[in-house]
């Protein structure tokens, strides 16, 4: 049986995460457009090139664009931006296949968005209320993007609603780096993705401030625990948790700094400014706050991360507070 080869796919994003898709979709054999906002990032990408991996060695050219009017007729969209960016994509997207067949929709960001009133939610709710009758997916999992980008292997998950939508963002990998695994649990794939960025935080906070692999073991255990006890409460299936975009990628954000969230709290462990480079865990810990006291569930290790990102406590204190919870029952 010949695998069907999707028509066109679009990247929105040419960042780093969103050159490695289009790369993975151009190894699979797919028509792909990656939407830029920067000429110099059309540019680059032509070069193979991206400007967020310079250290990187080129891939193949990756066609580039600047113009929205490639998602007319798109078949499969990625949306490879930063959170905040997502709605302005939903919105773009909404008003470029108004007149045509709907794409998949694929959501690549790992955070909590905002709703217009200003209030918490998860991305997948974000785009069901914006793109009401297009297919979506949640495309996550253990996965560096200078990797993906340079051809290495990764397992990742598409997960949607519809099993068809998620096997059709399966196919379109088929022969690429990527093994794509199908999921029916998008909320808890979308949800376990924000939160790891948070643990990651929390557990390069240890690291940097000294406190020994004990430590850090402990954060990512109980971390694991928030992870499965809020996923629980929004609807989510355990399996998810404890698979690729659940404890995978947890692993894999934790495991040093090559971890933009990572090396985030290592340097919040030093004392010292946090690197420039986005890392997500810290828009993403208020929002997960606020979303975790709307619906009553408590969050310790999310809370201390909030603390210290967004309300200047002290590490200390914010350790100090966190041992003396009563210890209950694992």
């Not at 499969?76 to 108004?98: C, D, G, H, Y």
């Not at 955070?111 to 793109?131: E, V």
């Not at 020994?212 to 299936?237: C, P, V, Y």
Request: aromatic share 4%.
């Amino acid at each position: 049986m010949t695998r069907a080869i999707v028509a066109r796919a679009v990247v929105i994003g040419a960042g780093s995460w969103g050159a490695a898709i289009a790369t993975a979709l151009n190894h699979a054999g797919q028509q792909t457009m990656v939407l830029a906002r920067r000429q110099e990032s059309v540019d680059a990408l032509a070069m193979g090139r991206c400007l967020q991996l310079p250290d990187s060695a080129p891939a193949a050219s990756i066609a580039a664009t600047l113009d929205p009017a490639c998602l007319d007729g798109a078949e499969l969209i990625f949306v490879a931006v930063p959170v905040v960016a997502n709605q302005a994509s939903f919105m773009m997207i909404a008003e470029r296949q108004k007149n045509h067949p709907l794409a998949v929709v694929s959501l690549c960001a790992k955070g909590i968005g905002k709703a217009d009133d200003g209030s918490a939610m998860l991305l997948t709710d974000l785009a069901s209320r914006l793109l009401p009758d297009h297919p979506l997916a949640v495309f996550s999992g253990p996965s560096f993007a200078d990797e993906v980008f340079a051809g290495l292997p990764a397992a990742l998950v598409a997960a949607s609603d519809d099993l068809a939508t998620a096997n059709r963002i399966q196919d379109a990998f088929e022969g690429s780096n990527l093994r794509l695994y199908s999921n029916d649990d998008p909320v808890g794939v979308a949800l376990a993705g924000a939160m790891k960025n948070v643990i990651a935080i929390a557990a390069g906070c240890a690291v940097g401030a000294g406190f020994g692999d004990n430590a850090k073991a402990a954060i990512l255990t109980r971390g694991l625990a928030e992870i499965a006890r809020f996923a629980s409460l929004m609807g989510a299936k355990p399996d998810t948790i404890f698979g690729l975009a659940g404890v995978g990628d947890l692993a894999l954000t934790c495991a040093g700094p090559h971890s933009r969230n990572m090396a985030f709290g290592m340097a919040l462990g030093r004392g010292e400014a946090p690197p420039a480079k986005l890392a997500e865990g810290s828009r993403t810990v208020a929002q997960l706050a606020a979303l975790a006291k709307a619906k009553g569930v408590d969050l310790p290790i999310t809370n201390a991360v909030d603390n210290l990102v967004n309300h200047g406590q002290n590490l200390h204190a914010v350790v100090a507070s966190l041992l003396a919870r009563r210890a209950g029952a694992e």
